[in-house]
């Protein structure tokens, strides 16, 4: 983190120089999307607020469906990703690390699917 | 495996200080954050492929013991952004300012604007919290 300055002349131009942009500027774009959401969920209309009827309410609208996929598609890359960084953190080994690195992706790539799966299906009818 | 062990011995006798500490509340935060984003990915696709157990998922939120880890989601939400926010626009903007003394400050900083941003929520949750699960506030 110290050596940003030198960083921006040495970095190799690869994929953890890439990830590491990413992380930091998915950051302005996370912190809107995800404290709207948040607020707006936990806070203000509250888990014991809600059933089908209003998940199925809100996706009618096509703005809170994009809204929704911009947070499945930005927010949990960045998790995965986090959690990649922080596995490197401990695993130095290069069997780990690509142990590491395909874990990450099925994982993202299957939950990823998963969610946008039920967000364009959307409620199923009882 | 010993890399972790050095690393965990090591967080705990390192004196690093605030930017230590912004450290591991960042790694801690963003953790937690991510195993709850996993849950709720899981949960809301739920409301296609099996309706009937996302209300039931939803009897569990709406618990008490789920009621206060949401309300301390609710921090590791606020602190991750507003500390993510920090490294960002140091790395990004002002790298040749990361030093000891802006680290240390503007650790305490984001500490400050995360817990003036969380307290209302806390606040209103615990009620809503109290409210629905002891029938306080009626």
């Known amino acids: 983190m110290k050596g940003g300055l030198a960083m921006q002349n040495t970095a190799p131009r690869n994929f953890e120089t890439f990830a590491w942009r990413a992380m930091r500027i998915s950051a302005f774009l996370l912190i809107p999307l995800v404290w709207g959401h948040m607020i707006l969920q936990d806070v203000v209309v509250g888990v014991h607020n809600m059933d089908l009827g209003y998940v199925a309410e809100r996706w009618a609208s096509l703005f809170w469906r994009i809204y929704d996929g911009l947070l499945l598609g930005l927010a949990f890359a960045h998790g995965v990703n986090g959690l990649r960084q922080v596995l490197r953190d401990y695993l130095h080994g290069e069997i780990a690390r690509r142990i590491v690195n395909w874990g990450a992706l099925a994982f993202w790539l299957i939950l990823t699917l998963v969610g946008f799966a039920a967000l364009i299906a959307g409620v199923r009818a009882q | ?138």
């Open chain 2, 1 to 138: 495996m010993a890399h972790l062990k050095t690393a965990l011995t090591g967080y705990v006798s390192y004196r690093g200080r605030e930017g230590q500490w912004a450290f591991l509340l960042h790694r801690i935060s963003g953790l937690g954050t991510g195993l709850f984003l996993t849950i709720h990915i899981v949960d809301i696709a739920l409301v296609y492929f099996a309706p009937q157990l996302f209300l039931e998922v939803l009897q569990l939120y709406r618990s008490t013991l789920f009621g206060i880890g949401e309300i301390f989601l609710v921090f590791c939400v606020f602190y991750h952004g507003v500390n993510g926010l920090r490294i960002a626009l140091f790395d990004l903007k002002a790298a040749q300012r990361w030093n000891i003394p802006t680290a240390r400050g503007s650790a305490r900083l984001v500490l400050i604007i995360a817990l003036v941003l969380w307290l209302p929520c806390a606040v209103w949750m615990l009620r809503s919290l109290l409210l629905h699960n002891f029938g306080l506030f009626q």
